[in-house]
Each structure stands twice: as structure tokens, then as C-alpha cells.
């Protein structure tokens, strides 16, 4: 029997890419999905979906935007006693700019979703982990927060703080039974781009051109590695790049 069979899987960030994976391949495992994203109807799809594919588990959605820290602690109440595991996914990138261009609008919006609403999640549901002395909180940080590079300095700048909120947390919890991993993905083609480059699609299929990228499935199935390691195993960190990408910035492009 699979060790996620009916635990309870909390997946921020749901909707889309990564988080949408996760959910089906930790279904696919057998464990019981909390999904939360701003895009509830895009939840209620891969809801009926999953529930149709497997019988047998339980699947909740909530619109949830995790900057909103009140609404966050307002919705995890209904199952915070009950997660097993936490998987800190929602975040976003805003642009491709110099830090002088960067808009005080998407400063903030990468700052409050990929820093503070991680924060905030992880508030509403580590108490309930420490109270119960088990659980897995894996923070989905980038290559981005190890390798800085030009124009992306406020997105690698909150994943080099996911690095550093793991970390800490890691040490925070040496003394019980909870488990805090990071997953460092390279390139994945996702909607991650798109919103990037603020819908224009041809940008963000630039991304990705000659070379074989990374997809959401790929990430997923390492997630559920990490989350399905005995309970004496923690994977504290994992670095995951295409073949042809050995950097944030070294990448093989076929042309
Ligand atoms: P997607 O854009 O496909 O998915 C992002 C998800 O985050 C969506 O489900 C979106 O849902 C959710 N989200 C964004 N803002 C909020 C918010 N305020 N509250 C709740 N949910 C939110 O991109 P990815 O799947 O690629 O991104 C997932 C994670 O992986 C991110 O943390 C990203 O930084 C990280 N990552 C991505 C890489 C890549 O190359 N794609 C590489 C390394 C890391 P909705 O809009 O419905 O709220
Ligand atoms: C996403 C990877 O290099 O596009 O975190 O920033 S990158």
C-alpha cells in the first residue's frame, strides 16, 4: 500500500501548472486533496475529474488567495487539525525587468504571494502539526533563489527567502516528528510564463524554444518522492533541471 494512501494533501496554488499536477499524481496515490486557488472553477474541473478517476478519496476546493491572511486562517480552520501534508506551491514571477522598472504593484504582488502568503499558510497549519507531532510542509522554491539573475531580482529574491524560511523552519522542528523540504525546479513549462509576460503567449513560449523543458508531471512525481519517504527520511532539498540546463542561466538551446 502506497504511504500517501489517505493522507491529507494541502496544495496551494492548485489551479495550474505544479499544483495542478500534485493533485493528480498524489489522487493518483490514493491521499485525500485540500486545493485552494483564487480560479475555484478551474478547481471544481480537476475536482469532478479526480473524484470520477478515483474512487474512494476525498477532494475539497476552496478560493483562496493567500495574501490575504485573515481569509487564509478563515478557510484552513475548517481542516487545519487534518492536514498531513502541506505543499507551499502558489507563486508567481511579474515581468522581466531591470529593479529600476520594476512596478511597486508587481514588487508587491511577488512579495505577498510568494513570501508572506507562504508565511501566512504555513502559520494557519504548522500549530495543528506540532500539537499532533507529525507532518510535511515542502515549500516549492527555484533555482531562481540559489542563482540570481539579471532582471528577475525581486522574484529570485523570494525564492532565496523560501530557501531561507525552509531552512530556518527545518531547524525549527528538529526536535519533533515534522518533516520541511524544498524542491528547487529549473525550467517548467507552466502558465508561469504567461503570467510573466502578462498574457502575451509568444513570449512565453520563447521561453521554452529549443530544448526539451520540464513540465508540472515531472515536478509532481518528485514531490510525492519526497512526501513518500519513510518517516525517518527527510529530503531536505532537491535541485531539478532539464538536461539541457545545468544553471539558472546555462541552458542548451537547439537552433
Ligand atoms: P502556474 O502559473 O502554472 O501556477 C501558479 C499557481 O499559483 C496557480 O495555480 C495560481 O492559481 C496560484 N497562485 C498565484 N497567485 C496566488 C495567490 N495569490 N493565491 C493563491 N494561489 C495563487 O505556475 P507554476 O506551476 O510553474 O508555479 C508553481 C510554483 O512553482 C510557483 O511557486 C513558482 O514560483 C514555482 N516555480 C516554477 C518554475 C517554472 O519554471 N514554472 C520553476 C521554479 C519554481 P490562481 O491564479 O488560480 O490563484
Ligand atoms: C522559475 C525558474 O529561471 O524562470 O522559478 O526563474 S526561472
Do not use: W
Not at 478560493?63 to 475548517?78: F, I, S, Y
Not at 511597486?104 to 501566512?120: P, R, W
Not at 522554491?141 to 525552509?166: D, F, W
Amino acid at each position: 500500500m502506497s504511504r500517501l494512501q489517505g493522507k491529507n494533501v494541502f496544495i496551494t496554488g492548485a489551479s495550474s501548472g505544479i499544483g495542478e499536477s500534485c493533485a493528480r499524481h498524489f489522487a493518483q496515490a490514493g491521499s485525500n486533496l485540500i486545493l485552494a486557488a483564487r480560479r475555484k472553477e478551474r478547481l471544481a474541473g480537476l475536482k469532478s475529474e479526480l473524484e470520477s478517476k478515483h474512487a474512494g478519496i476525498k477532494i475539497a476546493i476552496y478560493e483562496l488567495d493567500v495574501r490575504q491572511r485573515a481569509k487564509v486562517h478563515e478557510v484552513t480552520a475548517q481542516f487545519e487539525d487534518n492536514v498531513d501534508i502541506l505543499i507551499n506551491n502558489a507563486g508567481l514571477v511579474i515581468g522581466l525587468d531591470k529593479l529600476e522598472d520594476i512596478t511597486e504593484e508587481a514588487l508587491d504582488t511577488m512579495m505577498d504571494t510568494n513570501v508572506k502568503g507562504l508565511v501566512h499558510v504555513t502559520q494557519a497549519v504548522l500549530p495543528g502539526m506540532r500539537q499532533r507531532n507529525k507532518g510535511h510542509i515542502i515549500n516549492i522554491g527555484s533555482v531562481a533563489g540559489q542563482q540570481p539573475y539579471a532582471n528577475g531580482s525581486i522574484y529570485c529574491a523570494t525564492k532565496a527567502a523560501v530557501a531561507s524560511i525552509s531552512r530556518a523552519l527545518m531547524a525549527e522542528t528538529v526536535n519533533t516528528n515534522i518533516r520541511v523540504s524544498e524542491i528547487n525546479p529549473g525550467l517548467v513549462e507552466t502558465e508561469f510564463s504567461v503570467v510573466r509576460f502578462r498574457g502575451d503567449k509568444d513570449k512565453a513560449d520563447n521561453v521554452y524554444k529549443g530544448l526539451t523543458p520540464l513540465n508540472g508531471d515531472d515536478i509532481a512525481e518528485m514531490i510525492v518522492f519526497i512526501a513518500s519517504r519513510p518517516d525517518h527520511v527527510n529530503i531536505a532539498e532537491m535541485l531539478v533541471f532539464p538536461t539541457h540546463q545545468a544553471g539558472a542561466t546555462i541552458v542548451h538551446r537547439d537552433t
